[in-house]
């Protein structure tokens, strides 16, 4: 078997600025890449894949030359590839179930969603216009709240179906965590902005600016004609850890911190009017995908120590390997086993260090993981200016709050039928983040597509 398409990136030495890091396969990559697939006769990885694209169908096209047709097997089942092939945990899901990786590595199904989304970007119209839509139906409409993966897929499914579909989004660009939470290098915004195009393309109308919950509610939604509503708000409210010191000046939550770079392009002051302090020294607390993105941006603005902070061990690090080996080639210091107990600061209520304390693994716990036991002594100071908390959100409250019927789980997410995903309130449906927690963009795809597909039923517009 041929080996795997190694992707290339930017070399260390150019990862200054903002520029995405991974650089897409060449054609001749792509080929030989996708000449790896078997084309099995019961393919898992179709199984794997949360929105169910029909993965030896495109790579088949791929083989054949036909990325035009790739592309729309891929758009199939699949609104925003080009996103997915760059963010979406791959080797968790489709290429975890690649029969290739039980001897070798798998294809890099990935890899070529990207490729086939940037060449159909570049040298293909797409898929997705107003003709793919079925005939509207009179009098049905439908709301979409949030404008994240799972609110633009819902948005764009209903639309197919023939629905005047309207998506509110709070803030003033839509996109949600792919727009304030994946960094340019990760995600350039062309990119995001392309695929929105190409669902607004469809007669979505997006309306920026509405924070539903302030601006409208619920109720109003239903009172302007709207048959049903979808709740795709996210988990947007930061976690913070409780430590001693986290009001300090230079404590940033990780959602913060990105959505200052990100949305409000703070990374080109003073060009853009959305200053943002990163000093010298930085400790990022947590070692999840967003963790790692808030530490290699703080790289790329200025600081010359970044360190990332976690109580446990390397093999137990949430975020993907390849974020993992991209923060390490880029200087990133790891400070693993080490659990941070204070943020301390001078006079002048500025960080200036953060204490922690050696942490070495002891007995299983609950779920079977080795738990973290501090050792006695251990406790040190890493000399930091800057802290940057990434350790988790929780359920957007503002819609919450303001609808106090909607029936919410322990951990006050929205609770939903399994099966329909409908909140106790009839009409109004949910998916996302606000529902699991916070998850992949693909996951929230995924249940933003059986959202819709509920809300046809429910609509009576299923056929």
């Keep these: 078997m041929a080996p795997r398409q190694e992707m290339n990136k930017l070399p260390k030495g150019a990862r200054t600025g903002f520029d995405e890091v991974a650089l897409g396969y060449t054609w001749e990559q792509a080929r030989a890449e996708a000449e790896r697939c078997l084309q099995c006769r019961s393919p898992q990885c179709s199984k794997g894949c949360p929105v169910g694209v029909d993965i030896p169908a495109f790579l088949q096209a791929i083989v054949h030359g036909n990325i035009g047709r790739a592309y729309q097997i891929l758009q199939d089942q699949n609104r925003l590839p080009a996103i997915c092939g760059r963010v979406c945990p791959q080797e968790t899901q489709c290429e975890g179930r690649c029969i290739l990786a039980k001897k070798g590595e798998p294809v890099a199904v990935g890899a070529l969603e990207r490729y086939c989304a940037d060449w159909a970007r570049q040298h293909y119209n797409g898929t997705l216009n107003r003709a793919d839509s079925g005939q509207a139906k009179a009098g049905q409409k439908a709301a979409v709240v949030g404008s994240g993966p799972a609110g633009l897929t819902a948005a764009a499914d209903l639309a197919v179906a023939g ?96 959505t200052r770079v990100n949305l409000m392009k703070a990374f080109r002051f003073p060009e853009y009017d959305t200053p943002i302090r990163v000093g010298k020294r930085v400790a990022v607390i947590g070692a999840g995908n967003v963790a790692m993105d808030a530490a290699r941006t703080a790289v790329r603005l200025g600081a010359s120590e970044v360190s990332i902070v976690y109580r446990r061990s390397r093999a137990e690090m949430p975020a993907r390997l390849e974020e993992i080996v991209n923060a390490e080639e880029e200087g990133i210091r790891f400070q693993l086993l080490t659990n941070p107990l204070e943020v301390l600061g001078d006079e002048n209520y500025q960080v200036q260090g953060l204490r922690c304390q050696r942490m070495q693994l002891g007995e299983p716990d609950g779920s079977g993981r080795r738990r973290p036991q501090p050792i006695p002594d251990s406790a040190f100071v890493l000399e930091v200016d800057t802290v940057v908390v990434a350790v988790g959100q929780g359920p957007n409250p503002i819609l919450i709050r303001s609808n106090p019927n909607l029936q919410l789980d322990a951990r006050g997410y929205i609770e939903v039928d399994p099966d329909t995903l409908m909140t106790n309130i009839p009409g109004v449906f949910a998916a996302g983040d606000i529902v699991t927690g916070a998850a992949t963009v693909i996951a929230a795809m995924g249940e933003g597509r059986r959202a819709a597909r509920s809300i046809l039923e429910y609509l009576d517009c299923s056929s």
């Design 163 to 258: 629905l005047e579909v309207t998506l509110f989004e709070a803030l003033h660009a839509a996109g949600g965590v792919l727009r304030y939470g994946i960094p340019e290098f990760r995600l350039p915004k062309d990119i995001v902005d392309y695929e929105i195009g190409q669902i607004r393309d469809l007669g979505v109308s997006i309306q920026p600016n509405y924070l539903i919950g302030k601006t409208l509610d619920i109720p109003d939604l239903f009172s302007q004609g709207y048959g049903a509503v979808f709740i795709g708000a996210g988990a947007g409210l930061p976690n913070f850890l409780g430590l001693e010191g986290e009001n300090l000046n230079g404590v940033y939550s990780a959602n913060e911190f990105l």
